[in-house]
Every structure is written in C-alpha cells, then in structure tokens.
C-alpha cells in the first residue's frame, strides 16, 4: 500500500490518501505511518478512500485505533469518497458511527474552518 499525504486548507489539517488495500499485510504500517504524521503535523486528518479498493477486519481494526489515537488527543478524523467494499465493510462491522464521514475531501476539509 502506498500512502500520499497534501496540506488541507490550514496547517493542522493533512489529507492521507492511501492506495491499494487496506489488509492484514498493509494495515500496521498504514496506522504507524498516519500516526507519525498526525502526531507531527497536525489534528485533523482526512482519509480520503477514494484509491483504496479493498478493507479487511486488520484495516478496521488500524482504523480503530486511529480513532482511539485521535480522541485521546483531542484530534478528529474525518473519511471520505468512502465507496465500495471499504464502504461496506464499515457499515456492517458499525465501526462507521466512530467516524464523519465527508462525500468528499472538499467538503471534509470546509467542516472545520
């Protein structure tokens, strides 16, 4: 899985846009490197999914502690372009309720101004 990362509109904001998926062999080292960059950077991250094509119970689980992170913190996440599997995935394992989600970044990143 590759991971880019953009400024968002402010500087505690940063857009995390992983590709690929979002499984057992990609999800320690997608949390790992997210963390690091939300500890860094900023407190507001957006994941965009619009690349991600596939989300397993390791992947929910890395989202998971994300959100843990983030609420310690007094971070926030938001996803978005959340479609597909991912979408799914999410909805069923009701993991989606810890989350806002955004139809797109766009409108994620325009929420907190």
Same mark, same amino acid.
């Given at each position: 899985?590759e ?9 505690? @904001?940063?857009?995390? +846009?992983? @590709? $690929?998926?979002?499984?057992l062999?990609?999800?320690? =080292?997608f949390f ?9 950077v =900023? ?8 690349s ?6 390791? $992947?929910?689980? =890395?989202?998971i502690? +994300?959100? /843990?992170h983030?609420?310690?913190f007094? $971070?926030?996440? /938001?996803? =978005? ?6 979408k ?7 993991? &989606?309720?810890l989350? &806002? ?11 907190w101004?």
């Amino acid at each position: 899985m590759e991971i880019k990362f953009s400024r968002g509109v402010k500087d505690n @904001q940063v857009v995390v +846009l992983p @590709q $690929g998926d979002l499984d057992l062999y990609a999800s320690v =080292a997608f949390f790992n490197t997210v963390v690091a960059r939300f500890d860094s950077v =900023a407190d507001h991250l957006v994941l965009d999914f619009s690349s991600v094509r596939y989300l397993d119970s390791s $992947g929910v689980g =890395a989202l998971i502690r +994300l959100a /843990q992170h983030a609420k310690t913190f007094g $971070g926030k996440i /938001q996803l =978005a372009n959340l479609n597909g599997t991912p979408k799914k995935v999410l909805e069923m394992s009701n993991i &989606i309720r810890l989350f &806002i989600v955004a139809t797109d970044v766009e409108t994620a990143l325009k929420s907190w101004e």
